[in-house]
T-cell receptor, first 112, second 113 residues
Framework: AQKITQTQPGMFVQEKEAVTLDCTYDTSDQSYGLFWYKQPSSGEMIFLIYQGSYDEQNATEGRYSLNFQKARKSANLVISASQLGDSAMYFCAIKGGNQFYFGTGTSLTVIP | DVKVTQSSRYLVKRTGEKVFLECVQDMDHENMFWYRQDPGLGLRLIYFSYDVKMKEKGDIPEGYSVSREKKERFSLILESASTNQTSMYLC????????????FGDGTRLSIL
């Protein structure tokens, strides 16, 4: 079985600062994928970034990067140069078979 | 761009009613999913479908059923709505190739009175 743990229910960050959102996972699969999604207050889930378990490099997508530490089973999302529009819920997910398993999310608030 | 369309953004129904939530995707995706989202609980999988007429139970299927008669459409059915089914419902689709992400609809906020 797969499990995602997000231990930060809420986070605050000053505009233009960087912030790290934590995600740890549990899986017995050798090959798996990790995903981060953003959910603004409007409700839609927006895919941000993906990391494969065999990828040697940490994934990056613009201001988003993933700090992937396989031995520690962690896949933390780093947002650089925070913007007011980054205020949202952020969910980490792991793919196991055809299913995705989500964490409980972290609410990020960017302070002007 | 992938488009996943849920039939309603907001829906109010009464206890005991049969409720249909519809989801349509336009990218010929094999896999489709229904989740419910509750504060502090994240997204929980109700059902998913990996092909037309195929379905598998997720973590919380009780009180729900699904229908996938056509590849592009995946319906969630609340057989007899109860107040504890008041929630946000999210539909998603994805191709079954590799580690592609899910694409989500805008969600349906369902209230059962």
């Amino acid at each position: 079985a797969q499990k995602i743990t997000q231990t930060q229910p809420g986070m605050f960050v000053q505009e233009k600062e960087a912030v790290t959102l934590d995600c740890t996972y549990d899986t017995s699969d050798q090959s798996y994928g990790l995903f981060w999604y953003k959910q603004p207050s409007s409700g839609e889930m927006i895919f941000l970034i993906y990391q494969g378990s065999y990828d040697e490099q940490n994934a990056t997508e613009g201001r988003y990067s993933l700090n992937f530490q396989k031995a520690r089973k962690s896949a933390n999302l780093v947002i650089s140069a925070s913007q007011l529009g980054d205020s949202a819920m952020y969910f980490c997910a792991i793919k196991g078979g055809n299913q995705f398993y989500f964490g409980t999310g972290t609410s990020l608030t960017v302070i002007p | 761009d992938v488009k996943v369309t849920q039939s309603s953004r907001y829906l109010v129904k009464r206890t005991g009613e049969k409720v249909f939530l519809e989801c349509v995707q336009d990218m010929d995706h094999e896999n489709m999913f229904w989740y419910r989202q509750d504060p502090g609980l994240g997204l929980r999988l109700i059902y998913f479908s990996y092909d037309v007429k195929m379905k598998e139970k997720g973590d919380i299927p009780e009180g729900y059923s699904v229908s996938r008669e056509k590849k592009e459409r995946f319906s969630l059915i609340l057989e007899s709505a109860s107040t504890n089914q008041t929630s946000m419902y999210l539909c998603a689709s994805r191709t079954n190739l590799g580690n592609q992400p899910q694409h989500f609809g805008d969600g349906t906020r369902l209230s059962i009175l």
